[in-house]
């Protein structure tokens, strides 16, 4: 059963929440400020968050931030009234890693919740052999590495620290090579949702990306294809 943490102040919206998941099968823990949500994510292994924005004791951005100085795997769902483009990607740009405007449809939330939880716990595979997992979960590219068995990326000979939703995006590239791939493509893939905010989330992804990866290369691997997309290409 996997486990959901709410964060959220409004009781109403707690009880609508708590009560659709746990009949879709989730184990739901709420917190009711930011500084407690803060606490039960340290002292638990949760597999998503969602979270408020507008939380009493510390605010929604915060709790991110704060979360993920020891946590940079954990999804997280931010739950917003400020509907705004500007205000979405300042949460995404504070570590999290999907949004949702009130009022919403629960439909809606579920699709979210089911999305995150589905890239972030992979569907397991079974134990292999040293030699199988080099050949079937290892992306090498330039001097880039990924196993995607142990999760584990090298550019240069150094580890790489990244997020879910930024190793979901290295991954995308990694399969698509040398292909300029849209905007458009890009949401559909990474974030499993049609979204409306325009391209937004993938510029800020993107430039999270090229700041762990591309950062202190002189031979960038990340390219912009103005007007037209991203590729992932060789210098």
Known sequence: MKKIVLIEDETSVVSFIKKGLQEKGYEISVAFDGLTGVSLVQENDFDLVILDIMLPEMNGLDVCKEIRKTNKSVPILFLTALGTSENIVLGLENGGDDYLVKPFKFIELVARVKSLLRRSNPISTPEATENEEENEYVFKFSDLIVNDYSKKVIRAGEEVSLTSTEYKLLIYFL?????????????????????????????????????????????????????????????
């Open 175 to 235: 399969n698509n090579p040398e292909k300029v791939i849209s905007r458009a493509e890009i949401l559909d893939a990474v974030w499993g949702v049609n979204y409306e905010l325009g391209t937004n989330v993938v510029d800020v992804y993107v430039n999270y990306l090229r700041k762990k990866i591309d950062n202190h290369e002189d031979n960038k691997l990340i390219h912009t294809v103005i007007g037209m997309g991203y590729v992932l290409k060789k210098p």
